[in-house]
C-alpha cells in the first residue's frame, strides 16, 4: 500500500505540473507590427500625405514579410488553411482544433489471419495551440488486449519537442507458443508444416491475455525536419511509472517519416519495451510499425498500419510471426 500510494502522488505530480507549465506557457505572435504603430512612428515620419519615410517603412514591412515562418506559435492555421502534408503540420493540434481517429484491425498472422480483430478509437483537441488534450481507447485480438489512455500534451520548444504525458489503463496480450515434444502431440497443439511435421516454437494461432495495471506514460516527442520530405521522430514514449509499486518501465520510440508527396506519408518506427528496466535477453520487445496515410484535404486523412508484434523474437521464431493489420480512418473538425 505505502508503495501505491507513492506513485499515485508522483502521477498526481506529473500531471499538475505540466498542466500548469504548458497553461501558462508563453504563446508568440507571428507577425510584430502592432508595437510600431501603437509608437505612432509611421505617421509622424510618413505626414498627412502617407509619402517620404512612411512610403519606405512599407517596403521594409513587405521583406519582413516574406521572412516570416510559415508555421508559429500564434496558430496561423485553421480548418481551410491546415497542411495537407503531414510533416508540415504543428506537433500540437491548433487551439480550437479536434481531430479523431477511428481504426479497424484484424490479426494475419500465419497460424490465425482473420481470426481475431480490434477496433480503436483516439482523439486529439487543441485546448491552446501549444497544449493538446489526448485520449483513446483500444483493443486487440478480440479484446484480449486493450488500453484507455487520457492525458495532455504541450510545447517546450514549438513544433520541434513537446512534452506528454498520460494515465493509462491497459492489458497486453501475449501469443501463444507451443512446446513441440517431437511425437507430434506439443503442448499446446503445435501447428504443422505441409509434411505433418510439428513446427516447435511456433505460435499457435491463439493469444493469452496478460494482467490489467495502470501506469503514468512520459514521453518527449520530437520530430527534426532535415527536409520537406524527410523527418525523425522520437520518444513518443519514453518510460511508465507503474502505479502497482513495481518498477518503472522503459519504452523509447524512434522512427523515421517521409512525404515524397504532399498527399503521401510513410513513417516506419519502432519502439523498445524493457519491462520494470530490466535489460537481459528475453525480458524486452520490439514491436516495430509501418504506416501509410493518404490525405485528399486538409480535414481527411485515410490510412493503414501493418504493425511486427516483436521484432526481436525469442530463438526459434521469426519476427514476422505475429502481425497486425490496421485499417483507420482520421478527420478534423472545428474552428
Given at each position: ?43 509622424d515620419d510618413g505626414g498627412d500625405d502617407g509619402g517620404g519615410k512612411g512610403d519606405e517603412g512599407d517596403e521594409g514591412d513587405e521583406e ?272
Open positions: 500500500m505505502l508503495s501505491q500510494s507513492r506513485g499515485l502522488r508522483l502521477a498526481l505530480v506529473l500531471l499538475m505540473s505540466l498542466g500548469y507549465v504548458a497553461w501558462h506557457g508563453h504563446d508568440h505572435v507571428a507577425y510584430a507590427g502592432d508595437d510600431d504603430e501603437e509608437d505612432g512612428g509611421g505617421d519582413d514579410d516574406k521572412d516570416q515562418p510559415p508555421v508559429t506559435s500564434g496558430g496561423l492555421f485553421n480548418l481551410k488553411t491546415y497542411p495537407v502534408r503531414e510533416l508540415s503540420r504543428p506537433l500540437t493540434m491548433t487551439q480550437g482544433i479536434f481531430q479523431a481517429r477511428i481504426g479497424v484491425g484484424v490479426d494475419i498472422s500465419a497460424q490465425s489471419a482473420f481470426e481475431s480483430f480490434g477496433l480503436n478509437a483516439e482523439g486529439r483537441y487543441g485546448f491552446r495551440d501549444n497544449v493538446t488534450g489526448l485520449f483513446g481507447l483500444t483493443d486487440g485480438f478480440n479484446f484480449k488486449q486493450f488500453g484507455f489512455y487520457a492525458g495532455v500534451e504541450g510545447a517546450l520548444a514549438y513544433d520541434l519537442i513537446d512534452f506528454r504525458t498520460a494515465l493509462r489503463i491497459n492489458r497486453p496480450a501475449s501469443a501463444e507458443i507451443c512446446m513441440a515434444d517431437g511425437m507430434g502431440t506439443g503442448t499446446p497443439p503445435c501447428p504443422k508444416d505441409a509434411m505433418g511435421a510439428e513446427l516447435p516454437n511456433k505460435p499457435t494461432g491463439k493469444y493469452n491475455a496478460g494482467k490489467v495495471k495502470a501506469s503514468i506514460d512520459i514521453g518527449f516527442p520530437f520530430r527534426y525536419v532535415a527536409k520537406p520530405e524527410i523527418a525523425i521522430i522520437a520518444l513518443d514514449t519514453l518510460m511508465s511509472i507503474d502505479l502497482d509499486g513495481s518498477k518503472p518501465d522503459l519504452n523509447p520510440s524512434l522512427g523515421i517519416a517521409t512525404n515524397p508527396i504532399a498527399a503521401l506519408s510513410v513513417v516506419i518506427f519502432a519502439q523498445l519495451q524493457i519491462a520494470d528496466f530490466n535489460t537481459d535477453a528475453g525480458f524486452f520487445t520490439v514491436p516495430a510499425t509501418a504506416r501509410v496515410e493518404f490525405s485528399p484535404s486538409q480535414k481527411l486523412d485515410l490510412g493503414l498500419e501493418f504493425t511486427f508484434l516483436n521484432v526481436k523474437p525469442p530463438e526459434g521464431q521469426k519476427f514476422y510471426d505475429s502481425r497486425f493489420l490496421t485499417f483507420f480512418l482520421q478527420f478534423r473538425a472545428g474552428k
